[in-house]
């Protein structure tokens, strides 16, 4: 029987191997070089989200709504006349496999853009080839300052807000959150320092003062020993920086010691979102956190997208990560209609400088890195019938891009 | 230091106990490395997430370890069993793959978003124990591990089955020749094991947050608690859980930027000290 099953199951590993290691590159090598510069001729857009892991969830979301922005811009008869296709490519998260599925859409499908990439270290990875491979990149989820600091490059543009915009947002409504004496409890990564640091400035500035500051490790989950000494001080207040699964264990944490009694006031950065509202529960309810969009607003566009997408939707509203790749493609379609053209030299230059309204409100991209200048918020959770998991925001303050944006780093060059 | 990091180092020590003591059982029987505890483990949360949601969480700290027994007399008879005299290393390798395996069924059926569940009603507060007030779910974990330290120690100790799984654990061929049913032993400790480990998955689920990578993150802890207790011994990986728990969370009391090193300096240590683990050869 075994003799029998090896050979079968070989044949079958095998193929598996095979289809897996095939390459997709004969499916379609259409779209030469300057083909979209062509009037009617259609605009290909690559786009490489997570497929698997962690982060697979918010590559859908960020697919979907590349996906959206496409076919609302079709339907409208293109953009400056030419149609929009999008190219799915897949990727686990990493730089290599992202970079290689930038290469394949770019050289064998005509890809000349490219967006829904995910995190911080495949835009870094991504955005220093792009010169060669003669591609845009539009970036609606990576934060890290040096995107758009050291590691700044022409082609690529930045339209979420960087981490520094966001945590000096919090830093300005500071003063209006009550407690005098703060704990940190912040992941002990890049992010967590980087947050205290702004914090501990913001905090002097505002009159308030840090009594306590602790490090959990990335990937913590037994947060007991850093909550009892949290309780043990005489803070009132508590910034925390812990996110993703840590995040939802050191809430839940928080609430079997009843943390959430102690404190006046719990500012969390990156910690509470709505694809974690169902996670996290009532528990959170109180918790200030950053914002980067604003699903209320009322801005007519964002009114007009906010209808449009719960139509097609089942009635959920957009949430970040779909309003920041949304937007990416609004840039991107934007660029195309100042150049008139589908070339990727000449959408770079329309972008720079370029202001429009946008589904968060007049923004602007700025020429000297590439930052889109567009406002941050301060949120509070709430109880929302209506709502994820019955959770919504209250915005409590509304920070402005052009001051929340730190000056351009002499470090990046574009030319 | 104060009573209340000692009870969340007991906490903690508690969870590694009993996750450990199941890979321990399957180790000392199977010699079989088994890359899939922690796989099982979050199986076990994820049921737990499950059954809490539809009917209670009590309901699901039944349940999971059923589930997880059933998954384990599956890796037992298709795996472990056909493979008991390929090598180590291939073996291992099967049960790398096998927690792949189901990682991905896990994502397909619960997705990739991170969960969580509520602690049950009554116990989601605190209860003062000499003057501190300490998590009441946190108290229960420490309770059930040390009830199923006792009673897992008794039973191997005593019964008849448990004189069978000493017996196999020490040498598998002789015990055969004096008439013991090694593989009817060996399906008993893979299911008993891997019920050990949905048993774990779901107190740990309100606990820590539910999320695919969880039995990855914790594999390695309960790797260095059983080659510390010594391999294959099931009081060796209690006692060395419960101490690794409890230097853990001390670690991070006193010196927070090196805790997360601090399993792998007291396996360096031990090893150094005991070549063999806490508890040497003995089940």
């Known amino acids: 029987m075994t003799k029998k099953l090896f050979p079968a199951l070989s044949v079958l590993v095998l193929g598996g191997l095979v289809a897996a290691c095939g390459t997709p590159g004969g499916a379609a090598t259409s779209g ?11 605009i290909k857009v690559a786009l490489i989200p997570p497929s698997s892991g962690a982060l697979a969830q ?3 979301d960020a697919a979907d709504a590349w996906q959206f922005a496409a076919d609302e811009a079709n339907a409208a008869g293109g953009v400056a006349g030419h149609k929009i296709e999008l190219i799915k490519m897949d990727t686990d998260a990493t730089a290599a496999t992202t970079l290689r599925a930038a290469r394949e859409a770019v050289t064998q499908k005509g890809a000349k853009f490219i967006g829904a990439v995910m995190t911080s270290t495949e835009h870094g990875a991504l955005d220093a080839q792009l010169a060669g491979l003669g591609a845009l990149e539009f970036n609606g989820l990576g934060k890290d300052d040096a995107l758009t600091g050291k590691d700044c490059k022409a082609n690529a543009f930045r339209v979420v807000q960087s981490t520094s915009m966001d945590m000096n947002a919090v830093a300005e409504a500071l003063a209006k959150l009550p407690g005098k004496k703060w704990a940190i409890q912040a992941v002990d990564y890049s992010t967590g320092h980087t947050s205290a640091k702004v914090f501990k400035e913001a905090a002097a500035k505002a009159g308030k003062q840090v009594v306590l500051e602790q490090y959990a490790p990335l990937n913590t989950t037994e947060f007991g020993s850093y909550i009892t000494k949290l309780q043990q001080s005489d803070a009132d207040a508590l910034f925390a ?7 939802v264990a050191f809430v839940n944490q928080a609430a079997q010691f009843k943390l959430n009694e102690k404190f006046n006031t719990i500012l969390g950065f990156n910690m509470v979102s709505e694809p974690l509202f169902k996670a996290l529960g009532d528990k959170v309810v109180g918790y200030y956190n950053n914002l980067g969009y604003d699903v209320s607003s009322d801005n007519p566009l964002n009114q007009k997208f906010v209808t449009d997408w719960a139509a097609k939707h089942g009635g959920s509203k957009p949430y970040y990560v779909v309003a920041d790749n949304y937007l990416a493609a609004q840039t991107l379609f934007e660029g195309i209609k100042k150049a008139n053209s589908g070339d990727p030299i000449k959408v770079r230059d329309a972008l720079n400088g370029l202001s429009f309204d946008s589904i968060v409100g007049k923004v ?17 959770v709430v109880k929302d019938p209506n709502g994820i998991g019955g959770l919504g925001w209250k915005i409590v303050h509304e920070a402005d891009g052009s001051v929340t944006a730190p000056a351009p780093d002499p470090a990046c060059k574009l030319s | 230091m104060n009573f209340a990091q000692v009870l969340n180092g007991i906490a903690l020590g508690s969870l590694l106990m009993i996750l450990s003591s199941g890979l321990a059982m399957i180790y000392g029987l199977r010699g079989v490395t088994n890359f899939a505890h922690g796989a099982l483990y979050m199986a076990g949360a994820y049921v737990a997430y499950s059954v809490s949601t539809h009917i ?13 027994a059933v998954l384990g007399a599956v890796l037992e008879l298709v795996f472990f069993r056909r493979m008991q005299h390929r090598n180590h290393i291939e073996v291992g390798l099967v049960t ?16 990739e978003r991170t969960l969580s569940v509520d602690a049950p009603s009554g116990l989601g507060g605190t209860t003062s124990i000499l003057g501190t007030d300490y998590p009441t779910y946190r108290l229960l974990i420490i309770g059930i591990a040390l009830a199923l330290a006792i009673g897992l120690v008794q039973w191997i100790r005593r019964s008849d089955v448990g004189l069978h799984i000493r017996a196999a654990s020490h040498d598998v061929e002789t015990s055969g020749i004096l008439g013991i049913n090694v593989d009817r032993v060996s399906l ?33 802890t309960v790797l260095i608690v059983v080659v510390i207790g010594g391999a294959g011994s099931i009081g060796g990986a209690m006692v060395a859980g419960m101490a690794l728990g409890i230097i853990q969370t001390l670690g991070s009391v006193w010196i927070p930027s090196l805790s997360v090193l601090v399993p792998y300096v007291a396996l360096v240590v031990v090893l150094l000290w005991r070549p063999t683990g806490l508890a040497g050869k003995r089940v």
């Open chain 1, 364 to 380: 602007t991209m700025r020429g000297a890195d590439h930052q889109l200048i567009r406002s941050s918020y301060l949120g509070q």
């Open chain 1, 241 to 247: 920086v812990e996110y993703g699964a840590d995040g």
């Open chain 1, 32 to 42: 030469g070089a300057g083909g979209a510069d062509a009037a009617g001729s259609t």
């Open chain 1, 58 to 60: 918010f590559g859908s």
């Open chain 2, 56 to 68: 209670n969480f009590w309901a699901a700290l039944i349940a999971a370890p059923v589930v997880l």
């Open chain 2, 188 to 220: 008993i400790v893979v299911c008993l094991g891997a019920a050990l480990a949905g048993l774990s998955g779901a107190l740990a689920a309100p606990y820590v947050s539910v999320y695919p990578a969880m039995g990855i993150s914790i594999l390695i």
């Open chain 2, 96 to 111: 790398f793959g096998a927690a792949m395996v189901i990682e991905r069924v896990i994502v397909l059926i619960w997705g």
